[in-house]
T-cell receptor, first 114, second 114 residues
C-alpha cells in the first residue's frame, strides 16, 4: 500500500513569509501527527489531528498551525517565518493515534528560511 | 527536560558483530517504546517496538530489551551489516491523552564497517 506522502520535498522561503506543507496519510489511517527535526532540538512533536480535530499540541508558538480534511489529509502552516524555523518537517500517520504502534513517517519537507 | 535520552551520539562496529544501542527514559507513564532508523533527508523507518508489559521482543536480527525498574531499553542488532549504518532513534509513547505523540531521543549514529 502507498506510504505517507509529503509535499513539497524542499522549500526555500524568506523571513516573514508564510508556508503551507501537505501530508497524505496511509489509506485508512485517521491520525496525522507533525514533527520538527533540527540539529539542536532533535525530533519534536508539533500537533496531532484526528477526524479534523486537533487532539494534542506540542510546545510551539501559535505561528505553527494545522488542519485536517475529511479525507484525513493534513496541512501545517507556519506564518511569519523566522530563520530558526529552518528544519525538516515530518508527518506521521497511524490508525488512531492511540497506543504507540503503527506510526509511519513520510520522507519530510526540508524548509530553509533565508 | 529530556524524557528520552540516548547518551551515545555514535557507535562503530565491525560487520558481523553485535551492535547494542541504548536508551534511558524518565517518564513512568511511558507504556510503549519504539526504535526507528533514519537516513539523512528521509523520514524515520520503524524497526521494532515493545510494550511496557514485556521485557523482550525479537524480529529477525533485531531484539529490543526493556528493563522497567532501570527505565532502560536497548536495541541489539545481530549480525550487524554495512546497510545498518544510519541514525537510530529511540521513541516512547505515554498513553492516556498523548494522542499521536512520540517522544524521541537525540539519536545514535551507527556505523558498521565492512
Amino acid at each position: 500500500k502507498a506510504g505517507v506522502t509529503q509535499t513539497p520535498r524542499y522549500l526555500i522561503k524568506t523571513r516573514g513569509q508564510q508556508v503551507t506543507l501537505s501530508c497524505s496519510p496511509i489509506s485508512g489511517h485517521r491520525s496525522v501527527s507533525w514533527y520538527q527535526q533540527t540539529p539542536g532540538q532533535g525530533l519534536q512533536f508539533l500537533f496531532e489531528y484526528f477526524s479534523e480535530t486537533q487532539r494534542n499540541k506540542g510546545n510551539f508558538p501559535g505561528r505553527f498551525s494545522g488542519r485536517q480534511f475529511s479525507n484525513s489529509r493534513s496541512e501545517m502552516n507556519v506564518s511569519t517565518l523566522e530563520l530558526g524555523d529552518s528544519a525538516l518537517y515530518l508527518c506521521a500517520s497511524s490508525p488512531t493515534g492511540q497506543g504507540g504502534y503503527g506510526y509511519t513517517f513520510g520522507s519530510g519537507t526540508r524548509l530553509t528560511v533565508v | 527536560d529530556q524524557q528520552v535520552k540516548q547518551n551515545s551520539p555514535s557507535l562503530s562496529v565491525q560487520e558481523g558483530r553485535i551492535s547494542i544501542l541504548n536508551c534511558d527514559y524518565t517518564n513512568s507513564m511511558f507504556d510503549y517504546f519504539l526504535w526507528y532508523k533514519k537516513y539523512p533527508a528521509e523520514g524515520p523507518t520503524f524497526l521494532i517496538s515493545i510494550s511496557s508489559i514485556k521485557d523482550k521482543n525479537e524480529d529477525g536480527r533485531f531484539t529490543v530489551f526493556l528493563n522497567k525498574s532501570a527505565k532502560h531499553l536497548s536495541l541489539h542488532i545481530v549480525p550487524s551489516q554495512p546497510g545498518d549504518s544510519a541514525v537510530y532513534f529511540c521513541a516512547a509513547f505515554a498513553g492516556g491523552t498523548s494522542y499521536g505523540k512520540l517522544t524521541f531521543g537525540q539519536g545514535t549514529i551507527l556505523t558498521v564497517h565492512p
